[in-house]
């Protein structure tokens, strides 16, 4: 008795494919977290760097941004860097995930 038209054999192939489609999931996760992109601002003056999960690693402003009269100039070039960081790591992100992005909410 057949339901809806699925056989035995169908629905193990279909179990099978929807395995391989977590595993390069998986895959791509981790390599997107283990990846680090460096987001900058000012021409470099302030580095950030980040996982691709958006984890930070490291902040880097090089003294010449350090104004002490003008600390409101540093944090805009911090948060500048900080959005640049992001962005790489979304475009990362896309970059990996490919035609899996989809398949995301499926597990």
Do not use: C, H
Not at 39 to 59: N, Q
Not at 66 to 79: H, N, R, S
Not at 81 to 87: C, E, I, M, Y
């Amino acid at each position: 008795m057949a339901y809806g038209g699925f056989g035995g054999g169908n629905m193990q192939q279909l179990m099978k494919q929807a395995q391989q489609m977590q595993r390069k999931l998986q895959e791509a996760q981790q390599q997107i977290a283990e990846s680090e992109v460096t987001g900058t601002a000012a021409g470099g003056m302030v580095e950030i760097t980040m996982t691709g999960d958006k984890t930070p690693v490291s902040v880097s402003i090089k003294p010449e941004a350090v104004d002490p009269d003008d600390v409101e100039m540093l944090e805009d070039m911090v948060l500048a860097a900080l959005n640049d960081a992001v962005k790489q790591a979304d475009e990362l992100s896309k970059e990996l995930m490919g035609p899996l992005g989809g398949a995301a909410g499926l597990f």
